[in-house]
Structure formats: structure tokens, C-alpha cells
């Protein structure tokens, strides 16, 4: 279900001067007028393990410390900004995580992910926080990413999503959600929903054994 959209005028939007093929075919939602789209895998899209997930686009910031979390200045972050088919940018893994602000697993995901996230990081590993409802169950808006984000001091990308654009990939009720994504395809790798902190099914542990790989 389509939920309330957030007032564009707040994205700055950010082209590529990158040529390459395949050019997107998925969503443009949110993109400035005549931004050129980034290189992307063609339909069709899927939301199950072994499907190619669609370019969905967001407002947020790519790195939230370093834009002072200002839920004032946010910018425009599509999964193709992540998509990587020659390997040139070293980052063969994308988890991407949906949360809200009254899911109390969410909050234990991200204390979590305050100091494990980093590591992995370092290993090629890149990272997507996407925030879906404030404490009330309402869309969430500007104000809701800063407080999270703030609270858990997050680092990597984070964006808001308040139309649920993500909401096809899990049950809320089981919030919160990881998926990872082959970069190289943009293949859906894994879909887990709730939070294993340690141990096998955890994360942490599943990330392991792809890297080995």
C-alpha cells in the first residue's frame, strides 16, 4: 500500500556522469526533473531470494553524521547507487535494513550494528537503513530519521521510506528486516526478518560466510 510521499522540494538531487549499459528501467520516484538515470539490471524485479530488487529510490543521507543529521537537508539515494557489475568499487555485499521507530528489536539491530557494522564495512560490505513508521505507526517523516539516527550514531547511508516501498520483502509485524544484495547483479542474496544479534543466523554470521566464499 502506497503511504504518504515526502515533499520533494527536500532532495538534492545527485547525477552520475558514469555511460555505462544496462540504464535503469525501475522506479524514478523522487528524481529531479531530467536527471539522467544510473546504470541499473532491466526488469524483471522480484522480491525473493534469487530476484533482482528494483532501483527504488529515497530521501536521506549517504553519510548522516557528516550532514549534521539535518532533517532539512536530505538527498537523493537509489539502489543503483550501490550497484557495482565490474567490481570497481570493491563493495560485493549490500545489506539493506528496514526498521521503525516503535520496534524494540529494531533498537537492539542497531545498538548492534553501532560498532559491528564498521568491520564489515572494511571488508567490502556496504550498508542501508531505511526508516518506515515513527512510535505511532504514522509514515515517518524528516524529524523521526534524525532522532534514529542520532540515538544510534549511524554512519552508513539512511533513509526514509513512508510509502513502504520495502514492505513487499517482509511481514512489518516481523520488523525488523535485513536483506542482503549481490552488488554485482543486484540479486536478492537472503531476506531475515527480526534481529539474531549472535551466533548462527545471526548477521553478523551470515555476512561471514559469504565473504569466504
Not at 8 to 23: H, M, Q, R, Y
Not at 174 to 195: C, H, L, Y
Amino acid at each position: 500500500m502506497k503511504r504518504l510521499a515526502l515533499v520533494a522540494a527536500l532532495a538534492l538531487g545527485c547525477s552520475s556522469g558514469e555511460k555505462a549499459v544496462p540504464f535503469d528501467h525501475g522506479t524514478t520516484a523522487g528524481l529531479p526533473l531530467g536527471e539522467e538515470r544510473l546504470p541499473y539490471p532491466p526488469p524483471p524485479y522480484g522480491a525473493q531470494a534469487g530476484a533482482t530488487i528494483e532501483n527504488f529510490t529515497f530521501l536521506g543521507w549517504s553519510s548522516p553524521k557528516e550532514a549534521g543529521y539535518d532533517p532539512t537537508h536530505l538527498e537523493t539515494i537509489r539502489l543503483a547507487d550501490f550497484y557495482d557489475p565490474t567490481g570497481a568499487k570493491h563493495a560485493p555485499l549490500l545489506v539493506i535494513t528496514s526498521t521503525a521507530l516503535w520496534c524494540s528489536a529494531c533498537k537492539q539491530e542497531y545498538a548492534d550494528m553501532k560498532t559491528g557494522a564498521a568491520p564489515y564495512e572494511q571488508k567490502g560490505v556496504r550498508f542501508l537503513g531505511a526508516l518506515f513508521e515513527d512510535n505511532d505507526g504514522n509514515p515517518a517523516h524528516p524529524p523521526d530519521l534524525t532522532t534514529w539516527a542520532r540515538t544510534f550514531d549511524v554512519r552508513f547511508p539512511f533513509v526514509l521510506d513512508p510509502e513502504l516501498e520495502l514492505g513487499s520483502f517482509f511481514d512489518v509485524n516481523a520488523t525488523p528486516m535485513e536483506m542482503i544484495v549481490d552488488t554485482r547483479s543486484m540479486q536478492i542474496i537472503k531476506i531475515d526478518v527480526g534481529w539474531v544479534s549472535q551466533g548462527d543466523g545471526s548477521l553478523w554470521s551470515e555476512l561471514d560466510q559469504l565473504l569466504a566464499q
